[in-house]
């Protein structure tokens, strides 16, 4: 079993940044590929960021691309995702995802096997 402990959330005005992470204490790691998903209330669960481990590959919805950024470091087993210019529109839970394996296309939430419990941000205008 993976565990992912999500970190980062919190309350920020229009326009300012957080840096969320997600980590795991299994070593080694290496997965197949990591995401950043997030689920407003009322709304579906959506991709937000993901990125091929081995490769650094990543992948960015448009409604996040040129403000959000994935990234990793293999010595802290840390998944990181920094979010900038910040909207109230992206007031959602956000979720860290692993998997072990190619399983679909690395943006689909159902190809993940874990999942962390989630970390609220909160974006106010």
């Known amino acids: 079993q993976v565990q992912l402990v999500e970190s980062g959330g919190g309350k920020v005005q229009a326009g300012g940044s957080l840096r969320l992470s997600c980590a795991t204490s299994r070593r080694p790691f290496s997965p197949n590929a990591m995401g950043w998903f997030r689920q407003a209330p009322g709304k579906e669960r959506e991709i937000v960021a993901a990125?091929?481990?081995?490769?650094?590959?990543?992948y960015y919805a448009d409604s996040v691309k040129g403000r959000f950024t994935i990234s990793k470091d293999n010595a802290k087993n840390t998944v990181y995702l920094q979010m900038n210019s910040l909207k109230p529109e992206d007031t959602a839970v956000y979720y860290c995802?692993?998997?072990?394996?190619?399983?679909?296309?690395?943006?689909?939430?159902?190809?993940?096997?874990?999942w962390g419990q989630g970390t609220q941000v909160t974006v106010s205008s």
């Open positions: 990125i091929r481990w081995s490769a650094g590959i990543t």
């Open positions: 995802a692993s998997r072990a394996y190619y399983s679909g296309s690395y943006v689909k939430d159902d190809s993940y096997d874990y």
